[in-house]
């Protein structure tokens, strides 16, 4: 009494808490006691429909544990902790509307006689793992129960199957579950109550039945005599090759459309012999039962002997999944004609003869996943007109045999290193890690004449031979290249065309392919376009069109954008550009105000897309960088400072237009190219690879980044152009995260053939890029490297260059170059750039040491 009078005290201070964070409440119509260590059923409200009892400590249910609950339809008392737990007489008298009674899993249950009176309502009832025995179905304990439709008995103790006459009553039961109890015989006359009964399924699996007795079976006749049975469920009870025979022996005209023979011992296994192999004889008993589907699977069957079904005319679906199956003898499958799915996965087939599927003219799926396959006769599938899916993966198939037409065609997991179009035709063509190597592979697939979707993911795309061209006008919808190496196709500048036929095609993947650019027009042609897989790529920059009108969903997640145009994803749906590697300067507050007003859905999560660099907003999400610096002065510099161009050009143009050489020398620079390039044929000079990772390592203020994109990356990077031919390395791009500025600088000195260091106004202010300008320098001196090219932009006065002491030397000893004022001649002077990338200097070794004090070497 004390405690309960504390455990109400407590309830009254804490309830809300509790109720917060447990389920012991009523709400409304359903009351959920779970785990709420009740010794006796609850009060709950009088109109309750659903009451959970289970895991809780209810050891006694009796005619006064429930109030009257008339609209009680489903009372759950399973699984309580504290057992054996005793129902008493009428104990649910007051609940006369109940429908579903679960007393399932409470290990000991003692029941009275009576426990179930009144309870004419109940359709489901569940008794299973309690200790319960053959007496609860030899007496008379379900006699009100008229409408039970369910009885599930499983895990029970019940040694022996003789219901009591009160069944016959029991119109409705349909559904008996006595799986796991220790039923070890029946025959003729046990269930008598249950004749003329159809259930819709009957499990007697694990019992042990007729396993360990020794059996007459003339004397004991049909157990199921005069029953009907949908599913009939025997497995798990060690049924070998003679006990089957004599048991559809036994059931001879029974009907049973379904039968689960499931976890057997039929068959030797591999490398046995002490148990024999289903034969003629072992189903032939079921000739009369119009059996439609049956499952034998689990077993060790190693060889399927001649017409083994030939009595199961009827058969629909042969399930012989996990066996030991790995012969399949002539007419095997003979006598089969209305089979539709034959299922031999994960067996240990190696070979598919020709006449492996005779007798199976209706099958329509066959399933062969999981087996060790390698050789496929011609004709094995040819005769097979039904056909619809071929479920051949996980295999270790080499060449193809002819298929017919069907839909599903699924290849994944074996070894093609090539393909035949003239023996396929199907839909659905999957053909995923495999070891095709030839994106010309894809030409000849796209022949197949019903061919929709293709899977080629995690193949080993790396070249491509055409033999045959894209048919013009097919009907290609779904295309899967993910996970290949198509950058080292695409980069040699082989089939460059191979989706300008794909008018209908809208999805694509392409994701991890090492990418590093998407060549010139690769999209043209895909006028379907809908979805774009470009995952887990390098792509650092996109250009402007790249992508079809139609596009509405891009995942440009995992690659290395710096700060891709906004215009590219305007016209999307859904974007994804997680996981790169944006820039966050200035520039950047378009995209900001954009990412917050725009309707495109952005994949991912928000904190996904951040800044790499600079570096203290490494992993910054981008929507919550804060761009403070930058006022409008500082956002309008790039502007600015094209516009200071632009006029000094117009400028100088006007000034100078009497000089109509200096009007025309751009243009004369490009014929002067031009001639040059053909006379000699344009002796390109090779880059010298070998010793290099880059060409050049671009050194700017990283507020200068946007403009030294525009004017200097994209026309000499040639991850932005195919036209170029450096190998740059530039802070945003190639610079690993984490790790410490400095070292990074220098690396890349080192790694880099030339340094260029772009002079600005912003280069002298940052202290990396002097640190960077010295370090380059201090080369000159050391290893007697000149690698440090030096370009001016924008006007600085010579006192501003001299006050900064490297720059001071390096003027004295060399010359820098100037960016051009006139936008005619930028062509020129790239071009003169390129060549001081290329050119080799040599240092005279009379360098004096005065030079060498100068020098501050970073340590
Ligand atoms: C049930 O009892 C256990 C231990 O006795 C306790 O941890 C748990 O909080 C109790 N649950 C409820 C709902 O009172
Ligand atoms: C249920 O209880 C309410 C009061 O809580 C009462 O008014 C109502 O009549 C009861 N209904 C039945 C069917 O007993
Ligand atoms: C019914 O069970 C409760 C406990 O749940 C017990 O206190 C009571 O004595 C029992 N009544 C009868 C008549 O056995
Ligand atoms: C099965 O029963 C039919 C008639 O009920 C009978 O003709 C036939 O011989 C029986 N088959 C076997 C194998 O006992
Ligand atoms: C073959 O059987 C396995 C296991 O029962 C199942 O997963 C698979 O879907 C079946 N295949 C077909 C084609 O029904
Ligand atoms: C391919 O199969 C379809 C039916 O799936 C059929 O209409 C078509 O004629 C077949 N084509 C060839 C060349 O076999
Ligand atoms: C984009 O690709 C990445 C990497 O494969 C994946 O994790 C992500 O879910 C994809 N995004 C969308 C929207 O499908
Ligand atoms: C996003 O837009 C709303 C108004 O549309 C504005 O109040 C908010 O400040 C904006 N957020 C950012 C980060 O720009
Ligand atoms: C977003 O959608 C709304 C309603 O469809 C439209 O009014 C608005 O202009 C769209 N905004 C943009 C940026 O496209
Ligand atoms: C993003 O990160 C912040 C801070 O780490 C965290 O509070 C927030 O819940 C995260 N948002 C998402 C959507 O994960």
């Not at 109940?98 to 179930?116: E, S, T, Y």
């Not at 190693?302 to 007419?331: A, M, R, T, W």
């Not at 996980?394 to 290849?411: E, G, R, V």
């Amino acid at each position: 009494m004390l405690h309960h009078l504390v455990f109400l005290f407590g309830m009254s201070l804490v309830a809300r808490e509790i109720f917060a964070f447990t389920s012991c409440y009523s709400n409304g119509q359903i009351a959920n006691y779970y785990f709420c260590n009740l010794t006796e059923v609850p009060p709950v409200p009088n109109n309750t429909v659903i009451l959970w009892l289970s895991f809780n400590k209810i050891r006694q249910v009796n005619a006064s544990s429930f109030p009257l609950l008339e609209q009680l339809l489903i009372l759950e008392i399973g699984t309580q902790f504290d057992f054996p737990v005793t129902i008493g007489k009428a104990a649910f008298r007051n609940l006369p509307n109940l429908q579903n009674l679960d007393l399932g899993d409470n290990k000991i249950l003692h029941l009275d006689p009576d426990a179930f009176v009144e309870l004419s309502n109940v359709h489901t009832l569940q008794l299973y793992h309690n200790s319960l025995e053959e007496s609860i179905l030899e007496e008379d304990y379900l006699r009100d129960m008229i409408s039970l439709e369910y009885l599930d008995l499983s895990k029970n103790k019940i040694k022996r199957l003789r219901p009591h006459r009160l069944f016959y009553r029991l119109k409705s039961l349909q559904i008996v579950n006595l799986e796991n109890n220790k039923i070890p015989i029946l025959c003729e006359g046990n269930l008598a109550s249950f004749q003329g009964k159809l259930f819709t399924l009957f499990i007697l699996n694990s019992n042990k039945l007729y396993y360990s007795v020794s059996m007459d079976w003339a004397k004991c006749g049909n157990p199921f005599k005069n029953i009907a049975l949908d599913t009939l469920d025997l497995g798990g009870n060690g049924w070998g090759v003679d006990i089957m025979r004599h048991f559809c022996t036994a059931v001879n005209g029974t009907s049973i459309i379904f039968l689960k023979l499931s976890n057997h011992i039929m068959g030797p296994g591999f490398g046995f012999k002490n148990l024999k192999d289903p034969d003629q004889d072992t189903f032939a008993g079921l000739a009369r039962s119009g059996v439609r589907l049956l499952d034998i699977s689990h077993g060790s069957i190693f060889s399927l002997n001649p017409y083994v079904f030939q009595s199961l005319g009827d058969l629909e679906l042969l399930n012989l999944h996990n066996n030991k199956v790995n012969q399949i003898q002539k007419q095997a499958f003979f006598g089969l004609g209305n089979l539709g799915t034959l299922n031999l996965s994960y067996n240990i087939l190696g070979e598919l003869y020709d006449y492996i599927f005779e007798g199976l003219q209706n099958v329509m799926h066959i399933d062969l996943k999981q087996n060790h396959i390698g050789v496929i006769a011609e004709n094995s599938f040819r005769d097979l007109r039904k056909l619809k899916l071929v479920d051949l993966r996980d295999n270790a198939i080499k060449t193809l045999p002819s298929f017919p037409a069907m839909i599903t065609l699924h290849l994944s997991d074996n070894k093609l290193a090539s393909v035949d179009n003239k023996k396929i035709n199907a839909t659905f063509l999957i053909l995923e890690r495999n070891r095709l190597e030839n994106l010309g592979v894809l030409h000849i697939l796209l022949q197949v004449p019903d061919v929709k979707y293709i899977l080629l993911r995690q193949n080993r795309l790396s070249y491509c031979v055409k033999t045959v061209n894209v048919i013009e006008n097919n009907q290609l919808v779904y295309l899967d290249l993910g996970e290949n190496m198509l950058k080292l196709v695409w980069d040699r500048g082989l089939c460059l065309d191979v989706f300008w036929a794909l008018s209908k095609l809208e999805v694509l993947h392409l994701n991890n392919n090492y990418l590093t650019t998407l060549p010139q027009g690769i999209f043209s042609g895909l006028t379907s376009l809908n979805r774009l897989n470009l995952a887990s790529n390098l792509l650092s920059y996109l250009s402007p069109g790249v992508f079809p009108e139609s596009l509405k969903t891009l995942n440009m997640s995992e690659n290395q954008l710096l700060s891709p145009a906004l215009e590219l994803f305007m016209t999307l749906s859904i974007l994804d550009i997680t996981n790169n590697r944006f820039f966050c300067d200035c520039t950047l507050n378009t995209w900001t105000a954009w990412l917050n007003q725009t309707n495109v859905t952005l994949a991912g999560s928000e904190n996904d897309t951040y800044c790499v660099l600079p570096p203290f907003f490494t992993r910054v999400p981008l929507s919550s960088v804060a761009l403070d610096g930058c006022n409008e002065d500082e956002l309008q510099k790039p502007l600015q400072f094209s516009l200071f161009i632009f006029t000094s050009v117009t400028l100088i143009m006007s000034l100078t237009a009497v000089i109509i050489f200096s009007h025309f020398r751009g243009t004369c620079f490009v014929w002067y190219k031009t001639i040059k390039g053909a006379l000699l044929k344009e002796r390109k000079q090779a880059i010298d690879t070998s010793t290099y990772k880059y060409d050049a390592y671009l050194c700017y203020s990283s507020k200068d980044f946007e403009w030294v994109q525009n004017s200097l990356i994209k026309h000499l990077d040639s991850q932005y152009s195919e036209k170029n031919r450096f190998t740059l390395c530039f802070e945003e791009r190639d610079f690993l995260p984490g790790e410490e500025q400095i070292t990074n600088i220098r690396d890349a000195i080192w790694n880099s053939r030339k340094t260029i260091c772009i002079v600005t106004r912003q280069f002298l202010k940052d202290g990396w890029c002097v640190e960077a300008f010295n370090f380059a320098q201090s080369r000159y001196f050391c290893d007697l490297k000149d690698v440090l090219i030096m370009v001016l932009v924008g006007s600085l006065s010579q006192y501003q260059l001299m006050k900064y002491k490297p720059i001071r030397v390096f003027v004295q000893r060399s010359q820098y170059m100037q960016w051009p004022e006139d936008h005619q001649d930028v062509d020129w002077f790239l071009n003169n750039l390129s060549h001081q990338i290329l050119k080799e200097k040599k240092v005279q070794k009379k360098s004096t040491v005065i030079e060498m004090q100068t020098v501050r070497t970073i340590s």
